[in-house]
Nanobody, 116 residues
Framework: QVQLVESGGGLVQAGGSLRLPCAAS????????MAWYRQAPGKQREFVAV???????NYADSVKGRFTISRDNAKNTVCLQMNSLKPEDTAVYYC??????????WGQGTQVTVSS
């Protein structure tokens, strides 16, 4: 089992920045891909960004150029740096981890609210 704990959410004005760290613990040898998803009120959970163990990354079109995902394999952490935030970025952000494109482990989520 792998446990994921997110932090760093909060309230920020449009145009501001937030950094979301996620710490993994437990059987971390079983994961090689970590990602961030988000879910806005009344909407389905959507993909935000993903990073592999070799630090290959991919982003949703809606966040490209504004968000950056990074990881520290030694510390089993992944971070999402969010810049130029928009009100439509308001959501609960979830850290996910897995292997082979399947995310078996999820964090509890952290709320990000962007005011206009």
């Amino acid at each position: 089992q792998v446990q994921l704990v997110e932090s760093g959410g909060g309230l920020v004005q449009a145009g501001g920045s937030l950094r979301l760290p996620c710490a993994a613990s437990g059987s971390t040898f079983s994961i090689n891909v970590m990602a961030w998803y988000r879910q806005a009120p009344g909407k389905q959970r959507e993909f935000v960004a993903v990073i592999s163990s070799c630090r290959s990354t991919n982003y949703a079109d809606s966040v490209k150029g504004r968000f950056t995902i990074s990881r520290d394999n030694a510390k089993n952490t992944v971070c999402l740096q969010m810049n130029s935030l928009k009100p439509e970025d308001t959501a609960v952000y979830y850290c996910a981890a897995g292997r082979g494109g399947r995310f078996a482990y999820w964090g509890q989520g952290t709320q990000v609210t962007v005011s206009s």
